[in-house]
Structure formats: C-alpha cells, structure tokens
C-alpha cells in the first residue's frame, strides 16, 4: 500500500471524517478503486478515540512454503492427467502416419505421469486443505502478497495455454490438418487450462466480495474436478497394466532379446563356417559367453535350437503371457508376435552368402 494514502486515511478517520466522504475525496483524486479499499479496510471501525490498524498479513516462510507447494503440485497434477488422456487418445484414434511408433514406450510414459498423480495429487489436497483452514481462522491472510502473486500467475500460465491452444486449433483448422487425435489432444489442454483458470479467478472475485463466511459454500467445480482426476488415475493404470504384468512382459522381452542375439550368432556362424551349426554350443556366445547363453531369466533352461534345412533353423522358448510386446506394440516386426507358452520361431537365411569363398 502507498504509504501516502495510508497516512491520509488515517489522518481523516482521527478527525472524524466519515468513511463516504473519504472515499470520494480519494477517488477524485484519481485514486484507484482497488486502492481506496485496501486504504479504508487497513483500519477498524471500533468506536475508539483513535483509528484502530488492522491485524495485517505478513510473509513467512511457512505460508510461502506452502503456497510453493500447492502450485508446484497443482502443475504436476495437471501435467500427469493430460499425459495420460494423451496415451489414451493416441491408443484409441490410431494414425496411420504413426504405425512406427512405440506404444511400449508410451506406456513407460503413462507409468511415470500415474506416479506422479499418485503422489503429487494428495499432496496438493493436503496442502490445500492446510491453507483454507488457515484462511478460515483468519481471514486477513487473503490479502497476503505471495498468495495473491502466485495466483495471479498461475491464472497467467493458464491463460496463455487456452490462448495458444485455441490458436493452433486454429490454425490446424486453416491448414486441414484437423484430425480427431488433434481435435481430442486440444480439448483436453483447454479443459485442464480452462478448470484451473475459473477456479482461481472465482476464489480471487469471491474474496473481493467479501461475503460473509457463512452463506460461504465449497465450490461444485473442485470437487467435480477432483473426482475427475482419479478418473483418469485409474485410466492411466489400467493403461500402464498391474505391476504383476508389466513384469511378466519385461521377462518375455528378455526371452525375446535373447532368441534375437542367438539367431544372429548362427546367421554369422553359417558365414563363417558356410553351414548352420549343429547346437548352439558351437556358435561364438557360447565360446565367449554371450547374449544368451545362460537360457531361460527364470528356469536357466536352455533355448530349444533345431535345424529344418540347410537355410532354415528354429529357436524356441516358454513365455508367460501372449504378446509380451502390448497389444498396441509397434517396437518389433509382428513376426516376435507369440502366445503363452512354448512357442517357436522359424528363422531363413540368404540363400547365398555375403562373404563368399575366393
């Protein structure tokens, strides 16, 4: 506040001078509104012989840690819930343009942003609940200055993704690049932007108001937004699959790395020595303990090797779950595709060498 209209205030409440015609006085004086009621409401209407101050709010360390807190959380939280509305919209609209794409990879990213939601999300209600409690015993902290100032930006973070948002939807509608997958990525950036910017705008014009604390009612939209978010906590979960699964599936592409090194070790031994080997002892893992060779992750059974012909040859292995890859897979040729259970894949080499004889 200005130190020359507090002292002007203060001054005229000593004399007297009723509340009205000070406000009037200030305001010819082309003081601005929001001024004037900081001015007036920093002193008491006790019937006192001198103007009472106000208990005013003052920055401390817990209450800026806490506000820290809160937002820093509250961008986790809206952060983890897009990514995984992402996943979800990228694996339900496929794109053709996007076949090459690791949907494994996807899914390591929807674990992270579950994680995160898992953690960040109680911890933004906890921190939450600890400042409106505060607020509620006592209410002049509303006028505290790193409270106003992080809400304020928070609303001009959100404010510039519903701005940017709409432009590039504007601009994909210019450019007939208009997909779903687009079209459905936007909306959920606006909504996210959007709850985030009228809840904090509606807690900053309720304040003002100053409506006594009783005809006070929690806002619907947070809490419909809160049920929301765990909504989509558990969409993100059952997309990142059960800890039991995921790890089922990284012991089956173990299974599969292995099979792949092995079938490069006879592809090289049938250059080098112009024939298939007759077992997989024969071939230069075994002989400098490579990829491999130590079987089975779990049993340490060794791989079942056969030859079919002089140009085919098959590996086999015991998977736990069919398709270890994901459904949704693209990080391998369909040809690793298999079922739970023994399951055997048929390699073919050229039928002519790279490095003939001289």
Known sequence: MSQPIHEFVR???????????????????????????????????????????????????????????????LYTVAWAAGSILFAWIERTFLDAAMRGAMWDGHRQWVRSAVASLAIAFPVFLFTARMIGDALEREPELRHSGVRRWLTYLTLFNAACVIIGDLIAVLMGLL???????????????????????????????????????????????????????????VLGFTIAGSPARVRVEVIDRQRIRDLESLAEAVRNHREQYRGLPATLTETDP?????????????????????????????????FDAPDSLGPY??????????????????????????????
């Not at 010819?28 to 002193?43: F, G, N, S, T």
Request: aromatic residues 10%; hydrophobic residues 50%.
């Open 11 to 73: 001054d005229a409440l000593a004399r007297g001078i009723p509340r009205g015609e000070i406000r009037a006085a200030l305001a010819h004086a082309r003081w601005r509104e929001e001024e004037i009621d900081a001015a007036l409401a920093a002193w008491d209407d006790a019937a006192f012989p001198i103007p009472v101050p106000r208990r005013r709010a003052q920055l401390s360390a817990r209450e800026a840690f806490q506000y820290l807190l809160m937002f820093a959380t």
């Open 175 to 233: 450019s007939g690049e208009l997909t779903t997958r687009f079209l459905l990525k936007a909306i959920v950036v606006l909504a996210i932007a959007a709850v985030v910017f009228v809840h904090y705008l509606g807690g900053l014009r309720r304040e003002e108001t100053d409506a006594p604390r009783a005809t006070r009612r929690a806002p619907l939209l947070p809490r419909i937004a809160g049920v929301l978010v765990v909504a989509v906590a």
């Open 286 to 318: 075994f002989k400098f303990g490579g990829a491999g060779t130590q079987g089975d992750p779990v049993t340490r059974k060794a791989y079942e090797y056969r030859v079919v012909d002089s140009l085919r040859f098959e590996l086999c292995a015991t």
């Open 329 to 358: 897979s693209d990080i391998a040729a369909p040809f690793w595709r298999h079922g739970a259970g023994a399951h055997c894949f048929e390699f073919k080499v050229p039928p002519t060498l790279r490095y003939p004889a001289r």
